[in-house]
């Protein structure tokens, strides 16, 4: 009996479930950058019903990490996919993991807004958390685009910007060490926006991990202890 058009049928449709995670984890990152960004919006405006809607979406992050996860799973107990193909299942699950994490993190930014909407506000604004936030939001988008694209090149370069992160952070530390030294009414207020800038920073370092998974989709290897450096140096030759 002739099954080689039944198997076709059913590798074409295992194909399309597999382009549907992708989509899904796309969808999943660009609700979770909009989060993101309307934490720092919020905080840095002062902006309280904003910081209660992204504080309220949560739920729906962690609602779609349940349900792309529980289609992972059917998927592997239906097709038992080997090589590359699981390799792109263990990545998705990897993925909207970290893209939970940077929905937890958004969440924090804005109920740190919402402590600081009650304080007297610098004259710059937040700027600090704003030009973070900024950076970090672009280095989620990029990051899930060289997973769509499964570009190594471009999870590299992403990925060498959380160094920058890492630094712009310990600036902004510094910086807010100084203010709380200098004027010791402030350190209340100063304290809510050193947990906002640490809630960006790991932003950045979720980011960085989805740029991780996507070598390991691509190249088969797994790079997550290994320093950035390293990385670059593997795979910008």
Known sequence: MDTSGNSHHISQQFDVELENLRTRVF???GLVEQQVRDAVMALSEGNTDLCDQVISND????ALEVEID???THIIA???PAASDLR??????KTITDLERIGDQAEKVARMGRALADMERPRNGYYEIQALGEYVQN???????AFVRMDVQAAVAV???DLKVDQEYEGIMRQLMTFMMEDPRTIKR?????WAARALERVGDHAKNICEYVIYLVEGKDVRHTGVEKIAEQFEK
């Open 88 to 93: 792109l299942i263990i990545a998705v699950i």
């Open 190 to 194: 100063i304290l809510d926006v050193m």
């Open 70 to 72: 529980e289609e992972c």
């Open 78 to 80: 239906r097709r038992q």
């Open 27 to 29: 969808a999943m990152g």
């Open 159 to 161: 990925a060498k910007r």
């Open 139 to 145: 280095m989620v988008r990029d990051s899930l685009d």
């Open 59 to 62: 739920h729906k992050v962690n």
